[in-house]
Nanobody, 127 residues
Framework: QVQLMESGGGLVQAGDSLRLSCSASGFTFGLYAMAWFRQAPGKEREFVAGIKWSGIMPQYAESVKGRFTISKDNVKNALFLQMDNLKPDDSAVYYC????????????????????WGQGTQVTVSS
């Protein structure tokens, strides 16, 4: 059974940093691209960052480029999102997601390409 569990969210001030973690189990983590999505109240879920199954080729939404860093530890079966210089617009529930295809050449940002999701972790950034 695939399980994804996020942690690390919280309430911070603008300009602060947070590091989100996603612990994965129930599948061969090293064979799948992974991604972070977020959803703010009243908005659709949006792609934040993705990374290839091998842990390279990170991709980012324009809104977070230069501030967020995604990484993947295929030994510890964990996905991370380092978020620096946070802004109030970054406030949302953050979800980690597993690609539905093994060893995809590069991660695709559409939510339909992911078949497993964590329960989410709340990030709130005050101004």
């Amino acid at each position: 059974q695939v399980q994804l569990m996020e942690s690390g969210g919280g309430l911070v001030q603008a300009g602060d940093s947070l590091r989100l973690s996603c612990s994965a189990s129930g599948f061969t983590f090293g064979l799948y691209a992974m991604a972070w999505f977020r959803q703010a109240p009243g908005k659709e879920r949006e792609f934040v960052a993705g990374i290839k199954w091998s842990g390279i080729m990170p991709q980012y939404a324009e809104s977070v480029k230069g501030r967020f860093t995604i990484s993947k530890d295929n030994v510890k079966n964990a996905l991370f999102l380092q978020m620096d210089n946070l802004k109030p617009d970054d406030s949302a529930v953050y979800y980690c997601a597993k690609d539905r295809s093994q060893q995809r050449p590069f991660p695709l940002p559409q939510a339909s390409n992911f078949d497993a999701w964590g329960q989410g972790t709340q990030v709130t950034v005050s101004s």
